[in-house]
């Protein structure tokens, strides 16, 4: 059985852009390729909602270009259960009230007993500080938070 994996919007936009003239970024956008051409298939992954909104956002172009990426991969819909866990996120310590999203992102693949959370967000979602709270609070609401990491994490024995 191959591991559940949530795709944050994040993954989907470094694949498609265009290459960044910012360095940190472009490394990113070839290690997100890289991962997608040498493990997707490894997983059996899935979008939300949250996903499809954010990716339809902005220039029309790169938008058609995500969600194009996005076609044939599951989508997992908001619940009213993912809802109430989004809200515990957000608090001191946690997620502030503008990252309502990332909240919701957390939510989902919690809710959805995901693997993995793959992701290049690290204000709100890969950061280290705010995740150990997180992770209390979806064992409080009986659910455990996926394990969040980037396509370089995730790269397995295929990067050595």
Not at 84 to 106: C, F, N, S, T, Y
Request: net charge positive.
């Amino acid at each position: 059985m191959k591991a559940r994996l949530y795709l944050e919007t994040t993954i989907v936009s470094y694949l498609v852009a265009r290459p960044s003239s910012n360095a940190v970024i472009r490394v990113r956008q070839r290690a997100t390729q890289g991962w997608w051409d040498a493990r997707l298939a490894d997983f059996e992954p899935f979008a939300s909602d949250v996903v499809l909104s954010e990716a339809a956002d902005g220039d029309v172009q790169a938008a058609r270009r995500r969600l194009e990426k996005l076609k044939g991969i599951p989508i997992l819909q908001t619940s009213p259960n993912s809802e109430m866990l989004a809200q515990a996120l957000i608090g001191p310590g946690l997620l502030p009230e503008k990252a309502v999203r990332d909240a919701a992102h957390l939510a989902i693949a919690a809710r959805n007993q995901m693997h993995f959370l793959l992701t290049w967000n690290f204000r709100h979602i890969a950061n280290r500080e705010i995740l150990e709270r997180v992770e209390a609070v979806c064992i409080k609401h009986g659910c455990k938070c996926p394990i969040v990491c980037t396509p370089e994490e995730l790269m397995g024995l295929k990067a050595l």
